[in-house]
């Protein structure tokens, strides 16, 4: 869905009536920079962050464990829906254990992947890696299942192989759905980066944010969640070109 200027200036209007009136309330209600720092105090703990080299090996931290997280969780995803979705015997017997892999909540899981991870970088990597796998095998087997009847017909009819209709066929149809796991999957991801680095990493905005609490420093903690808001936004906006440049052959043609 594009979204037009007129739109985007009316987000930015909205955007900075909620920041006049947080600051209005803070200041007009005295309320403690601990409980509620003003946005000016949180703009001058993030400027004052980024100019001073403070925040940027935490946002490196977070970005790189973000995107090998992100690469491996869709990578296996996409894999296991092609491979599920071709194997009807194999999706009912292992589909079971893919539940479950998800139902359990993954901030219990971080015990066990330090145990056997370590602290540090490992453990983040793997669990954004897993939060990302299931919307992306997910959708792919949706997608890959709604190919139309009859076009599935006509290439049996034309004599195509299997390969041959899972390339032709079957991925250019179910691409929406698979583009649209993998929007979900950017998302889920850099929850997972910072939720891992709450608990297993000392380095990386998760970590900071804890380190924050810890000192106190309520406005670090804001500035921190700003740079986790225009991380996600821009991965977010990635993906959206992404998928408009990708579905671009598909739009013409209908």
Not at 11 to 37: D, F, K
Not at 44 to 57: C, D, E, H, Q, V
Not at 116 to 140: D, H, K, R
Request: net charge positive; charged share 10%.
């Amino acid at each position: 869905m594009r979204v037009s200027p007129r739109d985007r200036l009316a987000s930015l209007a909205l955007l900075a009536a909620l920041l006049a009136a947080w600051e209005a309330a803070a200041r007009g209600l005295s309320l403690s920079a601990l409980v509620l720092p003003p946005p000016s105090a949180v703009l001058a703990a993030l400027g004052k962050g980024l100019a001073s080299g403070y925040l940027w090996p935490h946002l490196r931290a977070t970005g790189s464990e973000l995107l090998l997280g992100l690469l491996l969780g869709c990578g296996i995803g996409f894999a296991a829906g092609v491979v599920l979705a071709e194997q009807p015997a194999l999706r009912r017997l292992l589909m079971p254990y893919v539940v479950v892999s998800q139902v359990v909540p993954k901030l219990a899981l971080m015990p066990l992947f330090i145990i056997w991870f370590g602290f540090g970088q490992t453990s983040t990597v793997v669990i954004t890696a897993l939060i990302c796998f299931f919307p992306l095998m997910e959708n792919t087997m949706t997608g890959l299942a709604q190919v139309p009847p009859d076009r599935l017909e006509l290439f049996r009819m034309l004599g195509a192989s299997r390969a041959q209709t899972l390339w032709r066929l079957k991925l250019p149809s179910g691409l929406p759905s698979v583009l649209a796991g993998l929007r979900i999957a950017v998302v889920l991801a850099l929850v997972g980066a910072v939720v891992g680095e709450f608990i297993g990493a000392s380095h990386g905005l998760g970590a900071l944010i804890i380190a924050a609490q810890g000192s106190m420093d309520t406005a670090l903690m804001f500035a921190v969640l700003v740079l986790i808001s225009v991380l996600g936004l821009a991965l977010y906006q990635a993906t959206v070109l992404l998928e408009r440049r990708l579905l671009r052959p598909y739009t013409h043609s209908a």
